[in-house]
């Protein structure tokens, strides 16, 4: 039997999380259609998950066609929902303990693109229980995208969630590896298969809106020092968005802090081959017998 107290106030609040995490994200989604502001959909759910007594883990990600990650409109983003593909990817914290989840909104026609990470997703899950590898559960995801016929994207992973951390080991690869590590009772994982009509790796692109604390310091640029204070108060560790930046001059500020080092970027992700990129994540708590799913509707 396991130690593991999972009425303890820690696991209480992932709990939390992920419910607050299912409404939004669910409600998010239906909002996506062609026309759409990304901008609109993206604050609607960031103020929504606020309004339910959480706050943002991250920015929402908003990754159309071959983005795979780290997009997020910026401040005066006037872009629209086209015939595309569309992850939302969105995460809650609740006094830090967090959740994670993403869904894929097909505008494309692209269908079954959709269907193999989600399909790909359940296979992962049902795997799930303390002392499995984590590159089985990899050779499942692969498996069951291999099967439409797509790729899975090789160069991203499911991942640990910790305090105020977004990313902790232990990693879940969306493919069969030979070295991995097994699952514990009481680990809090993401496990977010992406599905590719590419080759199944992303690189970076130019664009960067997403940023997070390296470290504190001090700096002497009063914009600079200014923003500083506010994502040491509000954001600590986690990511945010420039547009969460409550101060003159947010770009020059953010630059500065780039240059000493004190704050990084996230570039958004891109499939090398420019091709469609679907996504679909749940957080899952390990238990003793199987695992709880924290954001499922």
């Known amino acids: 039997m396991s130690d593991v107290d999972f009425s303890d106030e ?23 259609d062609v026309g759409v502001s990304h901008l609109e959909v993206a604050e609607w759910a960031e103020d929504r998950i606020r309004e339910l007594g959480g706050e943002p883990a991250f920015p929402v990600n908003i990754s159309i066609d071959e ?42 026609g692209n269908a079954d693109l959709v269907d193999a990470s989600e399909e790909a997703l359940e296979a992962a899950i049902d795997l799930v ?9 990899g050779a499942a995801v692969e498996e069951v995208i291999d099967g439409y016929g797509y790729n899975p994207v090789v160069n991203l992973t499911g991942h640990g969630l910790g ?12 493919r069969a590896v030979s070295q991995s590590v097994e699952l514990e009772v009481g680990q809090v994982v993401a496990i977010e298969p992406f599905a590719t009509t590419g080759g199944g790796k992303v690189q970076e692109g130019s664009d960067e809106e997403i940023f997070a604390l390296e470290r504190e310091g001090s700096i002497r640029d009063r914009a600079a020092r200014k923003a500083l204070e506010q994502i040491t108060d509000e954001f600590k560790t986690l990511p945010f968005a420039r547009r969460w930046l ?52």
């Not at 939390?16 to 909002?31: F, K, N, P, T, W």
């Not at 101060?247 to 970027?265: C, F, S, T, Y």
């Open 67 to 108: 983005e795979a990650a780290h997009a997020t409109p910026a401040p005066d983003d006037e872009s629209t929902f086209g015939e595309d593909m569309v992850n939302l990817d969105i995460g809650v914290s609740v006094d830090g303990w967090l959740a994670d989840t993403a869904v894929t909104v097909d505008l494309s």
């Open 246 to 297: 409550d101060v003159p001059r947010a770009e020059m500020a953010l630059r500065r802090l780039k240059q000493r080092d004190m704050v990084h970027g996230y570039p958004v992700l891109k499939e090398d081959d420019g091709e469609l990129v679907s996504q679909k994540e749940h957080t899952i708590i390990v238990t003793e017998d199987g695992c709880e799913v924290t954001t499922r509707s």
């Open 10 to 32: 820690k696991y209480e609040k992932h709990r939390e999380a992920g419910e607050i995490l299912a409404e939004v994200r669910d409600d998010a989604a239906e909002m996506v």
């Open 163 to 174: 305090h105020y951390q977004q990313h902790i080991p232990p990693n879940i690869p969306n």
């Open 129 to 137: 229980e303390p002392g499995v590898e984590t590159g089985d559960i």
